[in-house]
């Protein structure tokens, strides 16, 4: 069956380091992957999507990697800040739907 | 403009009755989804709407769930004989046109089933 795996446990960096985040999947071949970011109480918020045939993404400290190959998707923040602090969700979507399939999400945890 | 909207944000109710929750996406999105996440868990697919197009319903875990989007705009989901199972977070999100475009989402409506 299709999974989507990102590490359960919370990542927990200091301030000014670079915080990665994996997602992995199985039995699955997504047309595009997106990332998104969610505060307690609130609903997620859209940070960046990459499509298969990219292999690197970047939007300001968040940079994205997608390997097919692999099936795995690493996010990245550089210079984290303790507002980066959040659940970081990824999810994907095959071809012809636009319905996502979310992963559980990774807490990340920026202390000063 | 306005983001999604979701009501009630909050919603207690015993075992058994029926409950509505309603969406109002952003203006002039054709796609709206809706979604459940229980406690410490991811999104879960309940279904998708876009444009005049039947909607995807995959995801709706029994006949016991339901949605309905009139004029292309506001979302009904209704939950019949609600469970004790059926408590989570339910979240809707809408998204301009189809293909590669970011979901917006509400805050969501929790849900406790007593």
């Known amino acids: 069956s299709q999974k989507i795996e990102q590490n359960s446990e919370a990542l927990n960096i200091q301030e000014g380091k670079t915080a990665t985040l994996t997602c992995n999947y199985t039995n699955y071949s997504p047309a595009y992957l997106q990332w998104y970011r969610q505060d307690p109480g609130r609903g997620p918020v859209f940070l960046l999507l990459?499509?298969?045939?990219?292999k690197e993404k970047r939007k300001e400290r968040l940079k994205v990697t997608f390997d097919t190959t692999l099936k795995q998707s690493l996010f990245h923040i550089t210079a984290s800040q303790p507002a980066d602090s959040a659940t970081y969700l990824c999810?994907?979507?095959?071809?012809?739907?636009?319905?996502?399939?979310f992963g559980t999400g990774t807490r990340l945890q920026v202390f000063p | 403009g306005a983001g999604v909207s979701q009501s009630p944000s909050n919603k207690v109710t015993e075992k058994g009755k029926d409950v509505e929750l309603r969406c109002d996406p952003i203006s002039g999105h054709t796609a709206l989804y809706w979604y459940r996440q229980s406690l410490g868990q991811g999104l879960e697919f309940l279904i998708y709407?876009?444009?005049?197009?039947?909607?995807?319903k995959s995801g709706l875990p029994s006949d016991r769930f339901s949605a309905e989007r009139t004029g292309g705009s506001v979302s009904t989901l209704t939950i019949q004989r609600t469970q004790q199972e059926d408590s989570a977070v339910y979240l809707c999100?809408?998204?301009?046109?189809?293909?590669?475009?970011?979901?917006?989402f509400g805050d969501g409506t929790r849900l406790s089933i007593l």
């Open positions: 990459i499509r298969e045939n990219e």
């Open positions: 999810a994907l979507a095959s071809y012809n739907t636009d319905k996502l399939i």
């Open positions: 709407f876009q444009g005049n197009s039947a909607p995807d």
């Open positions: 999100a809408s998204s301009p046109q189809t293909g590669e475009r970011a979901q917006h």
